[in-house]
């Protein structure tokens, strides 16, 4: 029904940056709330942030002022832009989107990316 691809994972050096992308796409009716998360091994899935339909945005403290969350309402797509990373940050990724399909637009329902992983190196 609705298909998230996820890119832009990969190793880089404490300090370095990398940018995130999420696309979705299916028998969308309608896009409400989009999100990244993360999973680090032995540890539970972490919000790190979110962007309404209307942009407005939240951060996990963890991450704020060095990651930053936007969207491309045309290409239903979410981005995480990841800078001054730390060894800390590396985890499984994931893209979470709250979405209204074509066949049942009075419900919402939460979909979820592959996973990508981010790797930081000391």
């Known amino acids: 029904q609705v298909q998230l691809v996820e890119s832009g994972g990969g190793l880089v050096q404490a300090g370095g940056s990398l940018r995130l992308s999420c696309a979705a796409s299916?028998?969308?009716?309608?896009?409400?709330?989009m999100g990244w998360y993360r999973q680090a091994p032995g540890k539970q899935r972490e919000l790190l942030a979110t962007i309404t339909s209307a942009g407005s945005t939240n951060y996990a403290e963890s991450v704020k002022g060095r990651f930053t969350i936007s969207r491309d309402r045309a290409k239903n797509t979410v981005y995480l832009q990841m800078n001054s990373l730390k060894p800390e940050d590396t985890a499984v990724y994931y893209c979470n989107v709250r979405a209204r399909v074509k066949t049942d637009i009075w419900r919402e329902n939460d979909y979820w990316g592959q996973g990508t992983q981010v790797t930081v190196s000391s």
């Open positions: 299916g028998s969308i009716f309608s896009i409400n709330t």
